[in-house]
């Protein structure tokens, strides 16, 4: 890509000038961006299909993400406005689950304990079994040292 010396740089993926504060800009920025992430996401579940691994493609997904940051394959500054964009606004993709849950305002005050219960116990079980499995392999690990 040949650029011309005017001070600009340009994103090496989409080859948008990334200075610059117009909407029209921005917005283009965003949307190859939510591109990329797209096509990471469609590679990802393409070999979920292909492979079968019991993986959901979006965890493989931020995975591949991951490793490619890391090996700056991908830069920060490829994704970073697409992804603040998401956070920012990730509350209006959980308001649909919040609406169905008012259709079962019955199941919740009939059942609200038990199922209260079955959230503190399945969030402090694994908590308690991992600290527990990290104190023996660390005694362990101090016996087999010493």
């Known amino acids: 890509m040949h650029l011309v010396r005017t001070g600009h740089t340009a994103c090496a993926i989409c080859h948008i000038p990334s200075t610059g504060t117009t909407t029209v800009n921005k917005f283009i920025r965003i949307l190859w961006q939510t591109a990329l992430l797209f096509a990471i996401y469609q590679g990802s579940l393409w070999v979920v299909r292909v492979t079968g691994i019991p993986v959901p493609a979006n965890v493989l997904g931020i995975l591949v993400l991951f490793c490619l940051l890391l090996s700056g394959v991908i830069k920060e500054h490829h994704v970073n406005e697409a992804a603040t964009f998401f956070l920012k606004h990730l509350v209006f993709f959980f308001v649909p689950v919040a609406v ?19 959230i503190v116990v399945s969030a402090l079980l694994p908590l308690a079994l991992v600290g527990r499995l990290a104190q023996y392999l660390q005694k362990r690990k101090d016996r087999c040292s010493n």
């Open 100 to 118: 169905a849950l008012m259709n079962w305002g019955e199941v919740f005050y009939q059942y609200g304990w038990v199922l209260l219960a079955a």
